[in-house]
Every structure is written in C-alpha cells, then in structure tokens.
C-alpha cells in the first residue's frame, strides 16, 4: 500500500513556514559560497602582493 504525498492538504501556516525554511537554507548556502569565494579572493590577492614585493625585495614581504 502505497502513500501519495501529492493529495495531502497541509494548513497555509505549515505550506508556508515550510517554504520559509527552504527559502533559508537557500540563503544560508548562498551566504556561505560568498564568504568561501571571498576568502578564495582574499588569499589570493595576499600572495600576489607577497610575490611583488619579494621581486622588488621589500624587507618584510610576508608583510604585503
């Protein structure tokens, strides 16, 4: 005996808080792929500025 979930009749408070946790959870992950893409960035740009100034020989390159 099978259960169709199609024909069930949710409450417009349940439908909705439902659609609130999704509609969060898509946010949360986009938050999170942002800050991850930042830091991506971020690390990025360190080592480039690091790579100059050991060419131009900066004393404390680590510094840049």
Same mark, same amino acid.
């Given at each position: $005996?099978?259960?169709?979930l199609?024909?069930?009749? =949710?409450?417009?408070s349940?439908?909705? !808080?439902?659609? &609130? &946790? *999704? @509609?969060?959870? *898509?946010? &949360?992950?986009?938050? $999170?792929?942002?800050?991850?893409? %930042?830091? !991506? *960035?971020?690390?990025?740009? %360190?080592? !480039? +500025? $690091?790579? *100059?100034? /050991? /060419? =131009?020989?900066?004393?404390? %390159? +680590? @510094?840049?």
């Open positions: $005996m099978a259960y169709d199609t024909t069930v009749n =949710l409450p417009e349940v439908q909705g !808080a439902i659609g &609130g &946790g *999704i @509609l969060g959870v *898509i946010i &949360g992950i986009g938050i $999170m792929f942002l800050l991850i893409v %930042s830091l !991506a *960035i971020y690390i990025y740009h %360190s080592f !480039a +500025w $690091m790579t *100059i100034a /050991k /060419k =131009l020989k900066y004393k404390r %390159s +680590w @510094l840049a």
